[in-house]
T-cell receptor, first 114, second 113 residues
Framework: NAGVIQTPRHKVTGKGQEATLWCEPI?????VFWYRQTIVQGLEFLTY????????DSGMPKERFSAQMPNQSHSTLKIQSTQPQDSAVYLC????????????FGPGTRLTVL | GEKVEQHESTLSVREGDSAVINCTYT??????FPWYKQEAGKSLHFVID?????DRKQSQRLTVLLDKKAKRFSLHITATQPEDSAIYFC????????????FGQGTILKVYL
């Protein structure tokens, strides 16, 4: 079991560019979560999928952020027109599903917007 | 919205002593309370959790206490070791609404010799 896989581990973009972050959940897990971690804001929930369907995107900045889960083996978080305030560590987590709540976190992608 | 407050930003204890980290939450519908450990440069690692149907849970040197009336929960670490040094995050969620976690701000635990 390789755990939750996130790629790339580090990404540097220029202001206004697009960034796509990838997450591969633990095999067999039906729930995928995205969080963001910064020194100032701490850990913030972004969005959540269950069985590939979007369930809750209440934490997503509405205009430039989007997330998808096209199949059970990966999810993507896309940030358009990146801004310096988007710089953060983006964490993906997965859990096995209803009735089991423990979330396993990936190593994160550190996004730096210059 | 839901908030989780972690009361100790930093905690220093001597090796072998006990450490206690306290959290409070605002959402009375919260029913699941996990704790995560984050070592320097690493991601979050699950350590222990408690559900609202119990008020105490123990796993080896870790014990979580939950006081639903006070909307407070705490992590107790006994016989601390240097490898316990890390940032500890408490979190809460409404399992009925999809399990998204609301995190506290984190407590830096330092265990010194």
């Amino acid at each position: 079991n390789a755990g939750v896989i996130q790629t790339p581990r580090h990404k540097v973009t220029g202001k206004g560019q697009e960034a796509t972050l990838w997450c591969e959940p633990i095999s067999g897990h039906s729930a995928v979560f995205w969080y963001r971690q910064t020194i100032v804001q701490g850990l913030e929930f972004l969005t959540y999928f269950r069985n590939q369907a979007p369930i809750d995107d209440s934490g997503m900045p509405k205009e430039r952020f989007s997330a998808q889960m096209p199949n059970q083996s990966h999810s993507t978080l896309k940030i358009q027109s990146t801004q310096p305030q988007d710089s953060a560590v983006y964490l993906c987590a997965s859990s096995s599903g209803l009735g089991v709540y423990e979330q396993y976190f990936g190593p994160g992608t550190r996004l730096t917007v210059l | 919205g839901e908030k989780v407050e972690q009361h100790e930003s930093t905690l220093s204890v001597r090796e072998g002593d006990s450490a206690v980290i306290n959290c409070t939450y605002t959402d009375t519908a919260s029913s699941y309370f996990p704790w995560y450990k984050q070592e320097a440069g690493k991601s979050l690692h699950f350590v222990i959790d408690i559900r609202s149907n119990v008020d105490r849970k123990q796993s080896q040197r870790l014990t979580v206490l939950l006081d639903k009336k006070a909307k407070r929960f705490s992590l107790h670490i006994t016989a601390t070791q240097p490898e316990d040094s890390a940032i500890y995050f408490c979190a809460a969620s409404r399992t009925s609404s999809g399990q998204k976690l609301v995190f506290g701000q984190g407590t830096i635990l330092k265990v010194y010799l």
